[in-house]
């Protein structure tokens, strides 16, 4: 606590402005209670910590934004999420019952990657059918069938 | 100042409209004073765009809240350095400095001397005008950044606290840099489609400006991602982004398009394949735009909805159909030059390495794009997130690393399997071992012994080709190595600049591949006086308490870090809460060295109880990815330097008289 300017100890009495002090127990509160969940399991579970997050990368928690998993993402909705998975873990469940389990509770938007079925086959399919048709090219071009890319 | 940056800017919209019919009419009808006038208007544009911009400066400086966009992205207590950074943090004013520094651009090009000059000048100038004017015109219509506010305010807004930050004050330029610097060799290409005259000569006047807006993307890139790490708070420097996709895909092509290019240079083939890759690399800088502007993805980059997106995307298409039916208008000329690939050979190894970069930007085009489709389709927009980039990708990467190896022992023209190979043993029995040892550390996942061992594996057919280098000039001149490996560089540099580069990313892709297979994250609740162990470190709380600072309360804990019962430094992770009731920023700790990054986030507190929640990660050799990035650099600009010769010519070219121009 080396720094030159002002500095109180938590609870910040007699703090000047009241609406930052209210801002700030807001916040305080609201951490706070969103995360209470992890507080009361933080010690003594037996499944790590890890173990969670790898399989959390794995989920969209609804809510979150879309580029984050559950093991980014930093709303209420993903500490849920991951205090439910690591429940399951704790329970013995493997990650495809896992799976099983948070689709049928949530729908298949709870997946952070498309499932290969209906429409999500497409997400999976055209890159590699692109990749095919990359290499397709190569072959034609290093063989002289056609010239180099046309050109 | 405002009026004069409003006026400036109508203004600009006329002289960029005069530039285009001048020099695109004196091209097609060989009017010289046309050309001429065209060049002039180049330089009046460029005066233009910089009093408008400089207006706009200006006002951001001085606080002028008379202003929308000052008071959308200043205030009175932000420092100078993020006031000036406001130029380029919002909406307006990042358009108005595309504007101005594409008329920069335009202005150097349109008077550089180089090579072809008389005959693709005019034709450059009226297509990087064509570009110029778009924006202009956006400017003068749909994102004016010199509206007035219907009453003065006291104060502004100030800019987003997630922007003030350093690396932020240079990403989105370097990036801006990047993406505009790509506007010159598409121009070059159309340049080189009019004239019917697709030799190598628009490649080598370009070649100088493609490297310097793809070294500008990457840095832009490596800031985004080390900004990313260092502000968001969550332990990752990338996260597949739709805006962060959106200046990966235009790296991606613009690399395969430096790689082609240098075919083109040797063989003289993969003519329209070069000119389709820098239309579509420039396609990408715009699509880029879009993106961030459309409001139709969720990113933390992207500015606004409204017509905008509209607008670039109509863009985009005019582009693409306009640049590819000018492909086709002249495939037949383009065609008939051709000459075939040997199946064992460099270029094959380019052409290949073409193949998977742009099925790579395909890969995240796709990706980025399918949630937008199925909503379109079904209503619904589906989610695809990380996993499905990094399980994409990955194989893709291996790929392209191996052939980087592959790539630098292969003989121009034709080469043989057996040669190739008995090239690459020595660098294969070098990488048995050091795969060995992997294992005996305890690494058993077979991705990761792939990934490693293809780093071992090209770091050291790149070395040996710097090191046969250099005892091949010992030999010669009997110089010491240091001095011969200087020299060596010093007179090939783009060969041994492309290989530090080559080094640089190896260096990356160990950074992503240790940190991202390796790392470890838990959170924990501590007291002060508690300790709790993470990998080789043990972290104590020493306390938490807070201070005042000019426009926010800052919260701090400090945490006593210990290594081996030595106490080795303290970290401060911190929570800012801004008085302008913006939502807290967390201000991440980080301990970093070659070996770990020791990442702490203030991620909660109970006062009552004065316990705080930490998020802690160790991220193994992450620090690597900018060591990679700063050789990256390096290599780039040894790449650039020009060569004594080089510079003879230009001196000869610049001698009055030396060259007769229209």
Redesign the interface.
Known sequence: ?T?A????????PGHS?R??LF???F??VF??A??GA??VW?AGRSVS??EV?DLA??Y?PPGC?????A????EKQAYDLRLEILRLLEDGKSRPEIRQILVSEYG??I????PPTG??I???A??AA??AA??V??VL????RR????? | MGDLGRWSLILSAFVLLYMVVASACGAWKGKRRWVVSGRWAAIAAAGLASLASLSLIGLLVTGDFRYEYVADYTSRDLGLLYRIAAFWGGNQGSLLLWLWMLTLYTAVVTFARSEGRDRFQPYVTATLGVVALFFSLVLNTVAQPFQLLPAAGMDGAGLNPLLQNPGMTIHPLTLYLGYIGFSVPFAYGIAALFTGRADATWLRVTRRWSLVAWLFLSMGILYGARWAYEVLGWGGYWSWDPVENASLMPWLTATAFIHSSIVQERKGTLKIWNVALVILTFTLTIFGTFLTRSGIFWSVHAFSNGPLGAIFLTFVGIVLVGAFGLLAWRWPLLKSTAQPVAPVSKESSFVLNNVLFVSMAFTVLWGTVFPVITRGITGRQMVVGPPFFNTVTAPLAVALVLLMGIGTVAAWRHSTVRRVAASLMTPFFLTLPAVAIFIGVGIRDGAVLAALGSIVFVGAVTVREFGMGTAARMRLTGESAPVALVRLVGQQRRRYGGYLVHIAVLLIVLGITMSGVYGQQKQVVMKPGDVVAMGPYQLVLLGSATRDEPGRAVVYSQLLVRKNDRSIGILQPEDWYFLNGAQPAPQVAIRSTPVDDLYVVMAGMDATQGKVLFEIHLNPMLSWIWYGGYLLVAGTLISLWPARSALREVERVETPGAEVHP
Request: charged letters at 10%.
């Open positions: 606590m720094r300017c002002s500095q109180r100890r938590l609870g910040f402005n609406s930052v801002r700030i127990m916040w305080i951490l706070a969103s995360l992890d507080l933080a910590w890890q997050l990368s794995e969209h934004p879309p580029t984050l998993t093991a980014t993402c930093q298949n938007d997946l952070s990657a498309p429409i999500g497409l997400v999976w055209v890159p692109a990749v990359g290499l090219v190569f071009i290093v063989r002289g010239p180099p890319s046309g050109g």
